[in-house]
């Protein structure tokens, strides 16, 4: 891990960002119902999962950066779990849906998070991933300025998010819309 986490750093801007709006389009996927178990994983300060802990769903929200964590420790309800999400601290089948929205590109092993959340998720229960469309342009600049930040980035196409899943027990779909991608998983 390296000493300097641009996510301690930027914790403390996050909040001044407004709060992430739930696309139609996450919400369509994500399906969710009153007391659904929610794992918002690379959650940061729950700025998502606030919004979806309005519908009655239980929240947790998954990150390894400690500032962002504190903030959604703050916000009450989040169940902020300290967390690499290549190593998830929860027993198999302990959620109802998965989500990881614009942290897929900053985990280490892409591979291993994408098994955890499976292994995280109950048969029949759906997994999304919401990411930059690196097939656009736009996206493209943006990974390259992270690059300059010296952020560790690796921003997948929609069709290698889904190969990380390849082999396992279910149904993948791919939406796109504007500069955003996502993945479902819906496990058997
Ligand atoms: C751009 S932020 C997005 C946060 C949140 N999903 C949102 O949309 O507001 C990416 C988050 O992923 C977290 N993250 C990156 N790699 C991670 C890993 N391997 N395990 C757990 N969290 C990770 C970072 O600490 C950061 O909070």
Do not use: C
């Amino acid at each position: 891990m390296p000493s300097f986490d641009h996510f301690d750093f930027a914790a403390r801007f996050y909040e001044n960002i407004p709060p992430a709006p739930l696309s139609a389009v996450l919400s369509d996927l994500l399906d969710i119902y009153p007391g659904a178990r929610i794992l918002d994983a690379g959650g940061g300060t729950g700025r998502l999962a606030q919004v979806l802990a309005q519908s009655g769903a239980r929240l947790t929200v998954a990150d390894f950066s400690h500032g962002m964590l504190r903030i959604a420790l703050r916000k009450g309800g989040l169940g902020p779990t300290r967390a690499a999400v290549e190593r998830l601290p929860f027993s198999d089948a302990s959620f109802d849906r998965v989500l990881m929205v614009d942290a897929l590109h900053h985990v280490y092993d892409q591979g291993q998070a994408a098994h955890e959340m499976f292994r995280v998720l109950r048969p029949g229960g759906r997994l999304v991933i919401e990411e930059p469309d690196i097939d656009t342009f736009t996206v493209k600049l943006l990974a390259l300025a992270e690059k300059l930040l010296f952020m560790r980035s690796h921003l997948l196409s929609g069709e290698r998010m889904a190969a990380l899943f390849a082999g396992l027990p279910a149904a993948l779909s791919l939406r796109r819309e504007g500069h955003t991608v996502w993945l479902l998983v819906e496990k058997n």
